[in-house]
């Protein structure tokens, strides 16, 4: 016995030698700052994990300095261990707790599981001998690539939330300076880093069909109410529209196009916009766009108001929307318009008609028949796919269609004002006083389109919350 309790005194005096020297050279706060997360976690485990106190009690307190006497030694008595429950009672009462709303409820916790599991069912699909068709395997990659960003943004989340944890327990030690650093560090931590890495991940969860997003786009601008004067109108939109392509680097290809006698503009016109993220830019766009000037054709200076209508349709590829040739009507005919004797003798516009739906596309810029069809179906399938996401949009969220707009043609989205210099939205009541840029397809048109995003990211996300309480 007394042999222990010299080697218990011999333990004890070299602990407490350390701790002087230590004491003597103390870190700088910036080093004991870097080296927060990497030391406390040892202190307390070295406490907590001894026989006198499991992992779930709470462990006697630290003397000064950076070391603490084990439990386990002969050196640490009753009335020490008495007073230490004291304390410990008296902090987890007074325990910090987080000073943040989460927005991640339990059922969205338990849809995240469900991500998880999918994509492991979907990871050994990939492997599986023989593999799955071309079709399925496209279907298969797109749905894990999804599974994985959320997966990413979960593992974040989960690492700022035992950072969080750890900052916690040293708030409540014993070392002021060290809780001090803590605090300030975990109050960070819950007002911006968490709020922040919640919010990503729940836009994440948000309804399957905005998947539409990642497509290229289909853009169709339509003169309206004005005469001459909308088909100049629309022809401007089509410009604005083809210079933020280039800007963002996409691709900006007409399809089809009426021009009209003056002014360089369309009576009517189709493109396709190639590029990432493209239909999610734009879909926003859709509406009727209202313009008030003096046209060009005015004599006596007096402003006019016209309107072009806009739609962006999702391009859909035949994994999307299969469209086989017994759901088609193709009708042949000659063409109209410049071309020359050609356009005289040959058929080759073409009219394809969607007899489920009643869609109708007329496609002659081409002098080939076959061209033509190609160029005909591709639009038909967009506005096919587009008309299912419009349906399955209206039944699931009536009430951010009214709030976002629903981006229906009859809808007003935005006026131009060219005597005040101005554009206004009306959806979310965003105004630019930049009319310059905005027709140049600049930074001002970005600014105005990412509104609208964020203000759907809003609601939607506010829905997904209703939905999951």
């Not at 016995?1 to 010299?6: G, I, L, S």
């Not at 008595?77 to 410990?88: I, L, T």
């Not at 109708?360 to 002098?367: A, L, P």
């Not at 509104?451 to 939905?467: G, I, N, P, S, Y």
Request: glycine share 6%; net charge neutral; with cysteine.
């Amino acid at each position: 016995m007394r042999r222990a309790v010299a080697a218990a005194s011999r333990r004890a005096r070299a602990l407490a030698r350390s701790a002087a020297a230590n004491a003597r050279a103390p870190a700088s706060p910036s080093s004991r700052r870097l080296n927060l997360l990497a030391i406390v976690p040892d202190r307390l485990r070295e406490t907590n994990h001894s026989p006198n106190h499991p992992p779930n009690n709470h462990p006697p307190p630290r003397p000064a300095g950076p070391w603490t006497i084990p439990a386990s030694s002969s050196l640490h008595s009753r009335r020490f261990a008495s007073a230490a429950d004291k304390r410990g009672t008296a902090q987890a009462s007074n325990r910090r707790r987080p000073s943040y709303a989460s927005v991640i409820t339990p059922a969205l916790e338990a849809r995240l599981d469900a991500i998880a599991a999918r994509r492991d069912a979907l990871s050994a699909r990939l492997l599986e001998d023989p593999p799955p068709p071309p079709r399925e395997m496209t279907t298969i990659t797109k749905d894990l690539a999804s599974s994985e960003r959320v997966a990413t943004a979960r593992a974040s989340l989960d690492a700022s939330r035992r950072e969080a944890a750890d900052l916690l327990e040293m708030v409540d030690g014993d070392d002021q300076e060290l809780a001090a650093e803590a605090s300030a560090e975990l109050e960070r931590l819950e007002a911006e880093t968490l709020p922040a890495l919640e919010n990503a991940l729940a836009h994440l969860l948000l309804p399957p069909d905005d998947v539409a997003d990642e497509n290229d786009a289909i853009l169709e601008v339509r003169a309206g109410a004005g005469g001459d004067e909308a088909a100049i109108f629309a022809g401007d939109l089509v410009r604005m529209y083809e210079a933020h392509a280039k800007r963002r680097g996409w691709r900006f290809a007409l399809l089809a196009a009426s021009a009209s006698d003056v002014g360089g503009g369309f009576k009517e016109a189709t493109a396709e916009v190639t590029g990432a993220d493209a239909y999610g830019a734009l879909k926003f766009e859709s509406g009727v766009h209202r313009v008030q000037r003096v046209p060009a054709t005015e004599t006596q200076g007096r402003v006019h108001t016209s309107t072009a209508s806009v739609a962006v349709l999702p391009r859909a590829e035949e994994v999307d929307v299969e469209i086989s040739d017994k759901d088609v009507r193709v009708d042949t005919m000659r063409a109209s318009g410049a071309g020359g004797q050609h356009v005289n003798t040959t058929c080759s516009a073409v009219r394809v008609t969607h007899l489920e739906t009643g869609i109708v596309v007329v496609i002659q810029d081409e002098r080939s028949q076959h061209k033509n069809r190609e160029k005909a179906m591709k639009v038909l399938r967009s506005r096919v796919y587009d008309a299912a996401l419009r349906k399955s949009r209206a039944e699931r969220s009536e009430k951010r269609r009214s709030l976002v707009g629903s981006g229906d043609r009859s809808e007003r989205v935005r006026t131009y004002n060219y005597k005040e210099g101005r554009v206004k939205d009306h959806r979310v009541n965003v105004l630019s006083n930049d009319l310059a840029g905005i027709m140049e397809g600049g930074e001002a048109l970005a600014e105005m389109m990412d509104a609208l995003r964020e203000e759907e990211k809003r609601r939607a996300l506010e829905e997904l919350m209703e939905t999951t309480e």
